[in-house]
């Protein structure tokens, strides 16, 4: 199976700084990739897919890169709303695990 | 409006059973794979099963496999996870989810399990 690996686990930020969170693919998973946005109590909330797609209605602060092994979340000006626990998900093929998580804090 | 409504979760103690469900609407139901995903208290998200839309193929995480049953109604709406021989590393809140292509695009609000004595 391949495993995904975030970096780092627990980033601590304010409002307006540019943050990146790194994923990384045990093989080369091409751009199937996804990334979440979870908040305490809720659901996961799709962000991203094909590795750099955004949703609509995700706000054009978010982006996201990478092909191959290697991805990043970018959050150009975080806002207050953005701080939250963030996944990736290969989709390469079944099954399509998770990456441990990105708690983004508050400093 | 794309809705996932989980329910029967609960208490029940480890060798014990349990079956979950999940409503949806505002979509082609039988159209769509659909998946149950977890996460333990504090943990991440851990994929457990899916369904596919049009093949009937259905897959199982590791942990899972032998114990769980996932299962659809089609003409319902609903979708289900059959769960025997709980054991205390079961215990999480279970989220259905929508699969286009591997990509998990919508969720319920998740329906926690807990096992216990």
């Known amino acids: 199976d391949i495993q995904m690996t975030q970096s780092p686990s627990t980033l601590s930020a304010s409002v307006g700084d540019r943050v990146t969170i790194s994923c990384r693919a045990s093989?080369?998973?091409?751009?199937?990739l996804a990334w979440y946005q979870q908040k305490p109590g809720k659901a996961p909330k799709l962000l991203i897919n094909?590795?750099?797609s955004l949703q609509t209605g995700v706000p054009s602060r978010f982006s996201g890169s990478g092909s191959g092994t290697e991805f990043t979340l970018t959050i150009s000006s975080l806002q207050p709303d953005d701080f939250a626990t963030y996944y990736c998900?290969?989709?390469?093929?079944?099954?399509?695990?998770f990456g441990q998580g990105t708690k983004l804090e508050i400093k | 409006e794309v809705q996932l409504l989980e329910s029967g979760g609960g208490l029940v103690q480890p060798g014990g059973s349990l079956r979950l469900s999940c409503a949806a609407s505002?979509?082609?139901?039988?159209?769509?794979?659909m998946n149950w995903v977890r996460q333990a208290p504090g943990k991440g998200l851990e994929w457990v099963s899916a369904?596919?839309?049009?093949?009937?193929?259905?897959y199982y995480a590791d942990s899972v496999r032998g114990r769980f049953t996932i299962s659809r109604d089609n003409s319902k709406n609903m979708l289900y996870l059959q769960m025997n021989s709980l054991r205390t590393d079961d215990t999480a809140v279970y989220y259905c989810a929508t699969d286009q292509l591997g990509v998990f695009d919508y969720w319920g609000q998740g329906t926690l399990v807990t096992v216990s004595s």
């Open positions: 094909k590795a750099s």
């Open positions: 998900q290969h989709y390469y093929s079944y099954p399509g695990s």
């Open positions: 093989q080369s998973i091409s751009a199937w």
């Open positions: 369904f596919s839309g049009n093949s009937g193929r259905t």
């Open positions: 505002g979509f082609t139901f039988s159209s769509y794979a």
